[in-house]
């Protein structure tokens, strides 16, 4: 029994470093974080206590914010619509086998590993409204739609999602490979003796199989869509007009520009929240046993 105790304390040290990082990297700072949410502070003098006034104030008072809110969900839905099924339409194709499948694998997968400020810096050249490849792509082909891609308010944000998009396929496209790897070809074969055509294969046997690679694919893209700053503040800062504001970036400038890092942490405090409505169920879903 002592022996058993024993071998029990020995694997709770075990755990205990990485117990003590998460609980100061995670857990303490997302409650100090909705502790200074209750205060109005510039960041540098004393605290005004105003309990859930910054709450309120977002959700009733700031339409910047309302926009936000707006833009990240527009950005969510054209993730989850395109993003994904770019993802695995590449990955289907990239499950085939033909010569130097291995080549396109690392060819696609590589935007994803280039630092998104790096990809708002080539995307911001491509979109030069003087000589930027997009307009004279436009003029090569005859097509009268040269424009400010990035300074129109209503094309903007798809520009610049458009622009994230060629990073962002890379990640899940791994995932759906790896989920269509493990789907034994015994039982495509099976269903191509009973007849079931490519499409039918693809809709009735391949995707109901590929359940557990659309969880984490659908969870990891909405938390990357909802803590999408870099390709934002590289190319429009929020901009023009706010037509690009997301949460983090509006988080970034209440906090870092304007000084009302009580207004900043509030806005942080509901990105935690939205988040943990996505990962929660994310979590459960995948610990519960078959």
Same mark, same amino acid.
């Given at each position: 029994?002592?022996?058993?105790?024993?071998?029990?304390?020995?694997?709770?040290?075990?755990?205990?470093?990485?117990?003590?990082?998460?609980?100061?990297?995670?857990?303490?700072?997302?409650?100090?974080?909705?502790?200074?949410?209750?205060?109005?502070?510039?960041?540098?003098?004393?605290?005004?206590?105003?309990?859930?006034?910054?709450?309120?104030?977002?959700?009733?008072?700031?339409?910047?914010?309302?926009?936000?809110?707006?833009?990240?969900?527009?950005?969510?839905?054209?993730?989850?619509?395109?993003?994904?099924?770019?993802?695995?339409?590449?990955?289907?194709?990239?499950? +085939? %086998? &033909?010569?130097?499948? =291995?080549?396109?694998?690392?060819?696609?997968? !590589?935007?994803? /590993? @280039? #630092?998104?400020?790096? $990809?708002?810096?080539?995307?911001?050249?491509?979109?030069?409204?003087?000589?930027?490849?997009?307009?004279?792509?436009?003029?090569?082909?005859?097509?009268?739609?040269?424009?400010?891609?990035?300074?129109?308010?209503?094309?903007?944000?798809?520009?610049?999602?458009?622009?994230?998009?060629?990073?962002?396929?890379?990640?899940?496209?791994?995932?759906?490979?790896?989920?269509?790897?493990?789907?034994?070809?015994?039982?495509?074969?099976?269903?191509?003796?009973?007849?079931?055509?490519?499409? +039918? %294969? &693809?809709?009735?046997? =391949?995707?109901?199989?590929?359940?557990?690679? !659309?969880?984490? /694919? @659908? #969870?990891?893209?909405? $938390?990357?869509?909802?803590?999408?700053?870099?390709?934002?503040?590289?190319?429009?800062?929020?901009?023009?007009?706010?037509?690009?504001?997301?949460?983090?970036?509006?988080?970034?400038?209440?906090?870092?520009?304007?000084?009302?890092?009580?207004?900043?942490?509030?806005?942080?405090?509901?990105?935690?929240?939205?988040?943990?409505?996505?990962?929660?169920?994310?979590?459960?879903?995948?610990?519960?046993?078959?």
């Amino acid at each position: 029994m002592g022996d058993s105790k024993k071998r029990d304390w020995s694997a709770y040290l075990f755990i205990l470093p990485a117990g003590i990082i998460y609980l100061s990297v995670i857990v303490v700072p997302v409650f100090y974080s909705f502790y200074i949410s209750l205060f109005k502070w510039n960041g540098i003098g004393k605290k005004e206590f105003i309990g859930f006034f910054n709450y309120i104030h977002l959700f009733q008072s700031d339409p910047i914010f309302l926009i936000s809110i707006k833009n990240n969900l527009i950005w969510i839905t054209l993730t989850i619509l395109i993003t994904m099924t770019v993802s695995l339409g590449f990955a289907v194709i990239l499950n +085939k %086998q &033909f010569r130097g499948r =291995t080549f396109f694998r690392g060819f696609f997968y !590589f935007p994803c /590993v @280039i #630092a998104p400020i790096a $990809v708002s810096i080539i995307w911001r050249w491509i979109y030069n409204p003087n000589f930027g490849f997009m307009n004279q792509l436009m003029k090569v082909l005859e097509i009268d739609f040269s424009q400010s891609w990035i300074s129109d308010p209503k094309v903007s944000l798809y520009a610049i999602f458009a622009a994230a998009l060629w990073q962002a396929v890379g990640q899940p496209m791994i995932l759906f490979l790896a989920g269509l790897q493990a789907i034994s070809s015994d039982v495509l074969e099976a269903s191509r003796i009973d007849g079931a055509s490519g499409m +039918k %294969q &693809f809709f009735f046997i =391949t995707v109901p199989l590929l359940k557990e690679s !659309f969880v984490i /694919v @659908i #969870a990891t893209l909405i $938390v990357s869509a909802l803590k999408v700053f870099d390709v934002i503040q590289g190319l429009t800062g929020g901009g023009p007009n706010n037509a690009t504001q997301m949460l983090s970036t509006y988080m970034y400038s209440q906090t870092f520009q304007y000084n009302n890092v009580g207004v900043g942490t509030t806005i942080a405090c509901v990105m935690v929240f939205i988040m943990m409505v996505v990962i929660i169920p994310y979590v459960l879903f995948t610990a519960k046993e078959d």
